[in-house]
């Protein structure tokens, strides 16, 4: 008797599909096949996963601050890495950006304190901020915790340097709870100082650890009160500044800082993506920013989520799956002073009339994934939620309701639902924004995950939505 | 009228512990109270938790091979911590313990190849292996990726220096299933190799990235073949050695071990506890190990876990919280290299019939936790992964069925329900008997957490079993 290998491999094949054992308790979707497409992402990462090479690449080229040189090259380094991996459509969309340069003159802060002499601090200039007269500004220095206490001293603070030095509450276990509940200071210190007539704010850094390193990052200001210069301090010096104010009650520091705002800068989100079998005019976004701030090379925020982003779309095309809907990788720029790309993105997507189905972004390093936050219609959300269990192949079963990412929220504001890929957050704040945000601060196994993470993600909205 | 107001208050935390809304929906438990003591411990270790401080006393004392000088530092520097904390009932058990040394000469290994001349490789003997000779030992370098491709190859392996380089499996989640899957190389090559006729054995370093440190480990001798001895090489002149081996065919290798073992050492275990109010004959065990390699600090491995296990009492104690059970921190002496320190805590519970309820060993490193895995009676493992809602406060709601740790291994083997703090697993191997593996790569936030989840798992189950 002659037996038909090929067909009784097709009868194994059914039958295995058919097993309700090897489906997972919360699979409500379409049984094995999903289960085992996952497990073919997540092992493919692991083995010959390319994100860790391509964030080699990209950090190499140094920080990325929108308008800088090496921005312009991140934009055309995704490009070509994009083309060489065959994506489809891939393109550059225009966007104009802000440019602030720290200046080419160091920036200094020292106190002059009548019982420690002359002391430097560890600070620089927070992205945005106007310069100090070019000789420096010197004041005497003013220490608060919050806007509140600032406005309760009245006029006490006209003429100071408002120091605020309230720092992250370590209870909170998400880091960006923490950061959430000090970043305030960062964002509106120089107009909170401003008003109450103090003449600089000087912030103690963004960070829960205790570093040498100031962290910088954005802040703004508002036109109805003057502009003054703003540094961060790193937490060691801010520690310090307060021990030495403890002790001397009077103290004043020399502030310099050199930066500008130079004209506005030509640059582009970059996309390209694999076109969808089904819905090819359905489109899943997976998105990081290009951007970074100029300290250290912006490995984790965010080289990371755009390779991350870039390697989903290659995870699923190198195993050739033909997802149903276009899954497009989208390489934001100027997330950390403008949200330019963000804003544009979205623009032109209403402007075309584009249906977006989902959009996922990957804004919070490039650690080992724990799950995902979901925000958007419910129905929908919950839906995502109860796919859990395809998630614990690559660590990432921790899908909960909240807040998605900064570059997609103009489009979740226009109804789509946003994703923030959520990995471990506790080393996070240790790098962010200062020169320790570097390759070697990345494990290629947990940011491979992540990127397998984003796939896995993807192909099922594609799939099931 | 007068108010109670002290009647008033508690009055309202009844009504707080009574109200069902504040249950999480698996708590099967006392409610609140329970839920309230595992917040309590979670911040209080974030906000104030000590056991990073400690971790950095104990690896300031250096490597802590058992029967070295700092092994002896160790046992007395946690006895005083204890003591200082004002545990209970702090005391010494005696153990006795292997004492093997690197040797104060230099190792070294030099491939002598035709076409390359003499390179040098990274490498280091593995714990236990016999020394060369003096001048060395010079043999033609046979690779193999398994046992079984050794003994297929006959009598080629005769005189040569066996060379197993099989990689772990990247593509296993976690990291301890790539260790299985190639420490056998290390523990048995030196039987395997000497079995073929080989002189000597050089194993691929156990982890999963590629660097140029050699992590060295335990090995062992089969009293029925020769000993030959063993060195670990690094994972790049691993892949090297690889490459001139393909090229050239025939290459010689030098290799020169000064390592030896001494009589055995008197050392001994650190106990230290909260002696239970209800039933303090029945205790639960916390423990890590002492003793390191000989390479790095052993920040990881496992000065983390001992540091975690005593501030884990620490945290019970700060809550004023009185655990029916005696709840015991227990650094255990010589894990590495005999398991003395285990197998002695365990024959003397046998002989003086001390109840154990449970046995939680931490010594997978000092990572964020991810949950625990259990053994033992299958009812009391189900319980304790009914828990897993109380553990989200700490990330470590990942319960599962699976072995727990070496150290409480015999304790386990006599009945006793064990457990193992289970961390992120994707740096430990990059780290593990190195150079590395020091305190700079812990992160205080992560360690604390798992401190934590250590304290809140030993109180659940002093109350609940």
């Known amino acids: 008797m002659r037996v ?19 489906l997972p308790a919360q699979n409500a979707m379409n049984g094995t096949s999903h289960q085992q497409i996952v497990e073919q992402i997540a092992q493919t990462a692991l083995r010959e996963g390319q994100a860790y090479d391509m964030l080699a690449e990209l950090t190499a ?6 308008g800088s040189p090496q ?8 490009r070509q890495m994009m083309a060489r991996l065959q994506f489809a459509n891939v393109r550059l969309q225009p966007v104009v950006v802000p440019h602030w340069v720290r200046g080419a003159i160091e920036e200094a802060a020292i106190i002059n304190s009548p019982t420690q002499g002359n002391v430097p601090l560890s600070i620089c ?19 608060v915790k ?16 408002i120091f605020f030095n309230r720092p992250f509450d370590p209870t909170v276990f998400d880091t960006f709870g923490g950061y959430g509940g000090a970043v305030n200071q960062r964002g509106s210190g120089a107009i909170e100082a401003a008003k109450a007539g103090g003449v600089a704010a000087l912030v103690r850094s963004m960070t829960p650890s205790l570093d040498d390193f100031p962290h910088t990052g954005g802040m703004h200001y508002d036109d109805s009160v ?29 502030l310099k800082l050199t930066c500008q705002t130079l004209p506005e800068a030509p640059s582009a989100n970059v996309l390209g993506e694999i076109v969808g079998v089904e819905k090819p005019e ?33 995870l699923l095309k190198a195993l050739g799956l033909k997802p149903k809907r276009t899954i497009r990788a989208v390489m934001f720029m100027n997330e950390e002073n403008g949200l330019r790309g963000g804003i544009e993105y ?11 189905i989902a959009a996922i972004e990957s804004d919070r390093g490039g650690f080992a994934p724990r799950g995902f936050s979901v925000e958007g219609d419910s129905l929908a959300a919950e839906k995502i939620i109860s796919w859990r269990a395809f998630f614990e192949s690559v660590g990432a079963e921790r899908i909960t309701r909240g807040g998605s990412g900064a570059d997609i929220s103009v489009l979740v504001r226009d109804g789509v639902l946003g994703l923030g890929l959520v990995p471990e957050s506790h080393r996070y704040f240790d790098y962010h924004h200062s020169d320790n945000d570097t390759l070697d601060k990345v494990n290629a196994r947990e940011l491979e995950l992540g990127a397998a993470a984003m796939a896995i993600m993807a192909y099922l909205i594609s799939e099931e939505f």
Chains 1, 2 share one sequence.
Not at 61 to 66: A, D, E, F, N
Not at 125 to 143: D, H
């Open 226 to 254: 003057p502009k003054v210069p703003t540094a961060a301090i790193s937490t060691l010096d801010a520690e310090l500044l307060s021990k030495i104010l403890a002790h001397d009650k009077t103290v004043n520091v020399r």
């Open 282 to 314: 359905e489109i899943i976004v997976l998105g990081g920013h290009l951007d970074s701030w100029d300290k250290g090379t912006g490995a984790h925020d965010d080289a990371a989520g755009c390779v991350q982003s870039i390697e989903a779309v290659r």
């Open 125 to 143: 200039a927070l992205g945005g901020s106007i310069a100090t007269p070019e000789t420096g500004l010197t004041a005497e220095v003013l220490e």
């Open 4 to 22: 038909d290998f090929k067909r009784v491999g097709m009868m194994l094949l059914v039958l295995a599909a058919a097993t309700p054992a090897a």
């Open 71 to 78: 921005a312009a090259a991140a934009v055309e380094l995704t």
């Open 146 to 161: 919050s806007f509140e206490e600032l406005k309760a001293l009245g006029k006490k603070a006209a003429g100071k340097i």
């Open 346 to 356: 979205a623009r032109e997507a209403r402007e075309k009339q584009v249906k977006h």
């Open 61 to 66: 080229l140094g920080p990325r601050l929108s």
